[in-house]
């Protein structure tokens, strides 16, 4: 039979996500909803390593929605990867008698959550908590909302300079594996050309879509392209190659970088936040563990987090579609 649960560890792990506190103020209240006690853990593995911890109430997570990043803050663990690490962290969690952790983060930290869940039978929930939205199982991941609406704003206000000088930027969006955000945002902002990961356009026919885009009358064009995306060696090799086999343009790069972590979240990754808070517990209370909990066609699901980190992203194909048919 299972222990029951009484005291709940949360941390956040990996790079931070808009809606990451949204997500511990919901893990957080619905512990004190079940009478349950729930412990901040800082610095994400690292803290859990060093015992540094922190009791949360109800109040203690007020005027927390609206804020990016995670106050929990987030930290790499190399000492982690190792056993010796996990065996310092369980340590800490039992001397602090939790009985059960929430994790908010990607697949990094989900395969942290593995080895520990593994090696110690120790319960745990995950959250998806990223902005690249490259997690499988669930629909869309926590930021990923945020991320775009940070994505399209930059672009609208990045096409008035193109619009006014004849040229051509190039935006690099996050997205090392995943095209997810330069697809959709690309799609959102108007884009002429999108650049991901999971398409090799390939140098010659990118310039041959410019070329028929300038035929058409277009005066100037933004490329969205993925950190990931396979096109040149990065963005700056890409933008050379256009300008040196395009005439009539000036070519530009605006590397976005960082600032689409930051920035208050969405309302609609302060609602995804905080129901997977709250279906957190409710899956820690039914003795699930060592899985994800997710959005699968606006259903909360859990899947084992073997299954979070296996196989390569899906990009939706209707969309790649879209992106065709409305940049012409």
């Known amino acids: 039979m299972a222990k029951a649960i009484k005291k709940v560890g949360v941390l956040t792990s990996g790079g931070d996500s808009p809606g990451m506190n949204a997500a511990i103020r919901a893990v957080v ?6 009478n349950l006690e729930c412990v901040g853990i800082y610095r994400g593995y690292e803290g859990l390593i ?3 911890f922190v009791s949360l109430n109800a109040r203690s997570v007020k005027n927390l929605i609206n804020r990016g990043g995670t106050f929990l803050k987030s930290a790499r663990s190399p000492e982690f990867r190792t056993k ?7 340590d800490h969690l039992k001397k ?3 009985d059960a952790l929430v994790v908010i983060g990607g697949d990094g930290t989900f395969r942290g959550a593995i080895a520990l869940g593994e090696e110690f039978n120790f319960p745990i929930i995950g959250l998806p908590g990223t902005i690249d939205n490259d997690i499988n199982g669930t629909d869309f991941t926590i930021g ?9 704003e930059a672009i609208d206000k990045i096409r008035d300079t193109a619009h006014s000088h004849n040229r051509i930027f190039l935006v690099e969006v996050m997205g090392r594996d995943a095209g997810d955000i330069a697809l959709s945002a690309g799609i959102g902002s108007g884009a002429e050309v999108i650049l991901i990961p999971e398409q090799n356009m390939g140098r010659d026919r990118l310039v041959a879509s410019l070329k028929r885009n300038k035929k058409s009358g277009k005066t100037s064009s933004i490329v969205v392209v ?8 990065n963005i700056f090799e890409v933008a050379e190659y256009i300008e040196n086999n395009l005439d009539g343009y000036e070519v530009r790069v605006t590397v976005l970088g960082h600032v689409q972590r930051g920035g208050s979240p969405s309302c609609r990754d302060r609602v995804f936040a905080s129901r997977l808070g709250v279906s957190a517990i409710d899956a820690l209370l ?10 699968k066609d606006n259903k909360v699901v859990s899947v084992p987090f073997i ?7 899906e990009i939706d194909t209707e969309l790649i579609r879209v992106a065709d048919i409305t940049s012409i």
């Open 29 to 34: 209240r619905s512990c004190a909803y079940h």
């Open 50 to 52: 060093e015992g540094d």
């Open 84 to 90: 010796e690490g996990r065996k310092l962290a369980i």
């Open 96 to 98: 602090a008698k939790i």
């Open 144 to 152: 990923y909302d945020t991320a775009l609406n940070t994505v399209v």
């Open 226 to 233: 993925s950190e990931g995306d396979k096109v040149g060696k």
């Open 286 to 295: 039914k003795g699930e563990s060592n899985v994800m909990v997710g959005i």
């Open 307 to 313: 299954e979070t980190i296996e196989g390569e992203n």
